[in-house]
């Protein structure tokens, strides 16, 4: 029996890419697009404006692909590109926020939120919580978008925000901390 050809690997194709092979970088992006484009739905929320900075994070990826540093994962590299777009447009609209993915089940962090009370509407505590997070401040929503929602590590957080480590897990902290406080009304009641 014949075996499928083993797939090229990220490096492989960014060294073709640096070479000027688009068809090796469209590979790339293929790979990654549904990632980004995830990523920038969970910053601003809207659909057209996800595709926006999905579009001009593969368009600086490729004018940049030169400058890519392979000791990083190319996926943690796309993360800082899209990110730092997210950043400079909320910047500009005052305002960032995040929704996860209708059909998406949220990541591990999202699992230490509580269930509503008994009785409570599910839509209600996710309004509650989208509130919440829309209140957070950009440096602590950014971490926790990128933790809960991404699933990095605490180390590609640092690599794709260009912060030490200590910052991504002290910003995480008090991101929860606060969530906790605004989320008060759903928590169950210690006795």
Not at 47 to 72: K, L, M, N, V
Not at 175 to 183: C, D, K, N, Q, Y
Request: hydrophobic content about 35%; some cysteine; aromatic content about 8%.
């Amino acid at each position: 029996m014949n075996k499928p050809p083993e797939p090229v690997s990220d490096l492989a194709l960014i060294d073709r890419a640096r070479e000027g092979d688009t068809e090796a970088f469209d590979e790339l992006m293929m790979r990654y697009n549904h990632a980004v484009y995830r990523l920038a739905w969970s910053f601003v929320r809207n659909h057209a404006d996800a595709e926006d900075i999905s579009q001009e994070t593969f368009i600086r990826a490729w004018r940049a692909i030169g400058r890519f540093d392979p000791q990083y994962r190319f996926y943690t590299w796309l993360h800082r590109i899209a990110v730092n777009l997210c950043i400079s447009r909320s910047r500009r609209q005052k305002r960032i926020r995040f929704d996860p993915l209708p059909d998406s089940e949220p990541g591990a962090e999202w699992r230490e939120l509580p269930d509503p009370k008994s009785g409570e509407d599910d839509g209600e505590l996710r309004r509650a919580i989208d509130e919440s997070l829309d209140r957070l401040p950009e440096d602590q929503r950014a971490v926790l978008v990128l933790r809960a929602r991404e699933e990095l590590s605490y180390e590609e957080i640092s690599t794709t925000l260009g912060i030490p480590v200590g910052t991504v897990m002290s910003r995480l902290s008090r991101a929860r901390g606060r969530l906790r406080e605004m989320l008060s009304a759903y928590l169950p009641q210690k006795t």
